[in-house]
């Protein structure tokens, strides 16, 4: 039982770090040539938090 609660969290962790890197790239440099710090360090965040509950869920899975 304890194994497919942690499969579970390996998938979203998994979602999660491709929806946020996905979202750091378009929302982190809205225009050429130009990053915004703000929303980088956000969605930055937001992505080593989820590769970090990935790579968890994938050592107890």
Do not use: C, Q
Not at 35 to 53: A, E, H, M, N, P
């Amino acid at each position: 039982m304890s194994h497919d609660i942690w499969s579970i969290i390996l998938l979203l962790g998994v979602v999660l770090w491709i929806a946020s890197s996905i979202a750091f790239l378009f929302y982190s440099f809205p225009r050429r040539g130009e990053f915004d710090v703000k929303s980088g360090i956000r969605w930055g965040g937001t992505s080593l938090v989820s590769f970090l509950i990935w790579v968890i869920g994938m050592l107890n899975a």
